[in-house]
Each structure stands twice: as C-alpha cells, then as structure tokens.
C-alpha cells in the first residue's frame, strides 16, 4: 500500500472545516483539484453512505466516482473509501492548532503500482484540494 500524505494549517475552527467536508453544495465547490467542478448524484453523509458523483475536468472529459464514506465523526475526521480504480482510502482528520484547524490528508491506494503510476497527478492534487477547501472556508 502507498500512502500519500499532505497537510494544511486552515484559520478557522474544526467545526467551520467539517461544515466546508459535511455540507454537499459546499464540497462540490471545492472537491477536485483546480479547474474541476462536480456534480453529485447520492451523498448520504453518514458512516456507510454513499457519495456519487461526476467530476467534470478543465478539459470537458467527465470522470465518474462512487464513493463510501467509511468513517464520519464530526468535526474530527472523515473516511472516504473509493472502491473503483484506483482503489484507494482518504483519511481526513482535523485537529486544533494554535491558528486554527490542522487538516490532514492521507490517501492510501490499494496497489502500490498505480499509486507510482499516478503519482504525479495525486501530489498536486492534493495540494490543490486542500488550498480549495481553505478558500471555501474562508470565503
């Protein structure tokens, strides 16, 4: 398993940041990284749930995701369990900091060969994704 780790220092409270995770209108701006918009089709924001939806690229392609949210405690943490390919599982956790919220992002997949296949499309990603829900936020 390959794990891809990424963090983000967010000043605002655990409680601001779940509502930008937990909050469907909310997430579908920020979730992807730059350029992408979503829509969703199923989000059923509980442990068990299914989220499904259609992120459309800069580039008019349309990647479709099911998703299962695996683990939901408010303002603490959120698992996402992505079951097609690349199967992975995204952890996110949010703990208080001395300016904020610390998010973390860890995202581990399944196959450590796809995960060094992709590599260099999930680390900026991941970046992105996580300056895109600081903005979401914060605005």
């Excluded at 995204?90 to 196959?111: D, K, M, R």
Aim: proline share 7%.
């Amino acid at each position: 398993m390959t794990t891809f780790n990424h963090s983000r220092d967010i000043p605002a409270t655990p409680a601001q940041v779940f509502a930008a995770i937990s909050n469907p209108e909310r997430l579908a701006r920020w979730w992807g990284s730059n350029g992408f918009t979503n829509t969703f089709s199923d989000f059923d924001f509980k442990t068990g749930g299914k989220w499904s939806l259609v992120m459309h690229g800069p580039d008019g392609a349309n990647y479709p995701n099911d998703n299962v949210f695996g683990e939901i405690i408010p303002n603490q943490k959120v698992v996402v369990e992505h079951p097609m390919q690349p199967v992975f599982r995204l952890t996110i956790e949010l703990a208080p900091s001395s300016t904020g919220t610390l998010v973390t992002w860890a995202q581990t997949f399944q196959s450590d060969d796809v995960a060094r296949q992709i590599e260099h499309i999930v680390v900026p990603a991941n970046d992105e994704n996580l300056q895109r829900l600081q903005a979401e936020v914060l605005r």
